[in-house]
């Protein structure tokens, strides 16, 4: 099977291309070599319609690997930019002088203002979101655990492309960083959902009924992650 299709991204169009295999086992993706596009190596088996739909399954994993629609400089790209925080989208304004490099201002509308040289301001704004996602993470895991009785023994910030958190045996929570950008009652559900893992590893009634009798907003939290996650990958940092 070969063909092509696309997908639409928060408005940017992205080309996919399939590519049947007759020795492929499983469908495989990998980007375009310009990064403006996916390539789908596809077994036998496996229709147009089921490879479109892995690849709308995929779309966080694609849009860390997009490469920019136009190359600017730095600072003429990110000024005037939005980038969610806390579900809020906040402007980025470059300002000049000495002072915190990052720092939320609220009015009279909400920024995100970034200081120093411009060659490290995406690095500067993605560190900040990082503190600011680790400090939300741990106040609402260890309410959590102190709510259900439960303990852990770390607690990890990365940047997943596939999960939102998890949990191990070792009683270890991992979370993505991205979900600071959310809405703060999406991250804390998904904090309740990965703390109610340390005393049920599974995804049973048992378990579901812990998440809901301690996160009254589960639902609410589920739905916005299925319609909105991928969103949260799409960042001009």
């Avoid at 402007?91 to 201002?105: D, K, L, M, Q």
């Avoid at 997943?160 to 998890?166: A, L, V």
């Avoid at 959310?182 to 804390?188: G, S």
């Avoid at 009798?213 to 992650?225: A, D, Q």
Wanted: glycine share 6%; with cysteine; proline share 5%.
């Amino acid at each position: 099977m070969d063909g092509q299709d696309h997908l639409l991204l928060d408005g940017r169009r992205v080309t996919v291309r399939y590519r049947g295999n007759s020795q492929a086992r499983r469908i495989i993706m990998r980007m375009e070599k310009d990064g403006q596009g996916v390539v789908l190596t596809v077994p036998p088996g496996v229709n147009t319609s089921a490879a479109h739909d892995f690849a709308v399954a995929q779309t966080p994993w694609i849009w860390q690997r997009l490469a920019p629609e136009q190359q600017q400089e730095p600072a003429e790209r990110l000024s005037g930019t939005t980038v969610l925080v806390r579900g809020i989208a906040h402007e980025i304004e470059i300002s000049a002088g000495r002072g915190v490099p990052v720092y939320i201002r609220d009015l009279p509308k909400p920024c995100l203002v970034v200081r120093g040289d411009e060659a490290h301001m995406q690095r500067r704004i993605t560190d900040f979101l990082k503190r600011e996602a680790r400090k939300d993470l741990e106040t609402a895991s260890r309410q959590y655990a102190e709510a259900m009785a439960l303990t852990y023994k770390q607690l990890s910030v990365r940047d997943t492309t596939t999960r939102w958190g998890s949990c191990s045996t070792s009683s270890t929570l991992s979370y993505s960083w991205r979900l600071v950008l959310a809405p703060p009652r999406v991250l804390d559900y998904v904090c309740a959902h990965e703390v109610a893992h340390l005393e049920q590893m599974n995804h049973g009634p048992k378990f579901w009924e812990l998440v809901y009798r301690h996160c009254p907003h589960t639902e609410y939290g589920r739905k916005w992650l299925r319609k909105n996650g991928h969103t949260l990958h799409k960042l001009p940092v």
